[in-house]
């Protein structure tokens, strides 16, 4: 078990470039969830995953933003046209199913954009 | 709609001195409460959680944590400060599990612990 992992762990881009971001979830592990944290603030959830359906999103997840999981797997969120406001930490977390089991974060992306 | 509030986002001690960190949560249904740590430049850990069970809670590394229906509260404690503990500790509340629910966690702002010599 290497936990979940996060690629890249920085990323600087300039305001309306395209980025997007990867997580590997633990194996075997069918929920998958993106968290937003800003500065001096807490997690923020944003979408949630169970295996490659997408079964909630945030408001927060305006227009410009997408994720998707594809087999059910690896997952990757995509901002489009990147603001100012979209600076901040991106994490993500995976949990083995329903129950409440723990969620397991990775590492984070840490995106700034200028 | 759930929310959390944690009062103070410094906090410092000395080590050895007692450790409490304050949790105030809301929420229209029984909830379940989680408390997380964030060390500089990682993820976050869990340090432990409530799920409807015992309201004294023990967790990872000497935490401990009650749940106080009629406080609304669930706040952190450790008898003793170790300099390993300066981290930022994150309280959460979520709804308890639903068919199809997300289980999605709402976050305090946090608390920055420092812990002096």
């Known amino acids: 078990d290497t936990g979940v992992s996060q690629d890249p762990r920085h990323k600087i881009t300039k305001r309306g470039q395209n980025v997007t971001f990867r997580c590997d979830p633990i194996?075997?592990?069918?929920?998958l969830y993106w968290y937003r944290q800003t500065l001096g603030q807490g997690p923020e959830f944003l979408t949630y995953?169970?295996?490659?359906?997408?079964?909630?999103k945030s408001r927060l997840l305006s227009d410009r933003f997408s994720a998707e999981r594809p087999k059910g797997s690896f997952s990757t969120l995509e901002i489009q046209r990147t603001e100012q406001g979209d600076s901040a930490m991106y994490l993500c977390?995976?949990?083995?199913?329903?129950?409440?089991?723990?969620?397991?974060f990775g590492p984070g992306t840490r995106l700034t954009v200028t | 709609a759930q929310s959390v509030t944690q009062l103070g986002s410094h906090v410092s001690v000395s080590e050895g001195a007692l450790v409490l960190l304050r949790c105030n949560y809301s929420s229209s249904v029984p909830p379940y409460l989680f408390w997380y740590v964030q060390y500089p430049n990682q993820g976050l850990q869990l340090l432990l959680k409530y799920t409807s069970a015992a309201t004294l809670v023990k967790g990872i590394n000497g935490f401990e944590a009650e749940f106080k229906k009629s406080e609304t509260s669930f706040h952190l404690t450790k008898p003793s400060a170790h300099m390993s503990d300066a981290a930022e500790y994150f309280c959460a509340v979520s709804d308890p599990p639903t068919q199809g629910g997300s289980e999605k966690l709402v976050f305090g702002k946090g608390t920055k612990l420092t812990v002096n010599p």
């Open positions: 194996s075997e592990h069918n929920r």
């Open positions: 977390a995976s949990s083995p199913g329903t129950g409440f089991y723990e969620q397991y």
């Open positions: 995953f169970q295996n490659e359906a997408q079964l909630e």
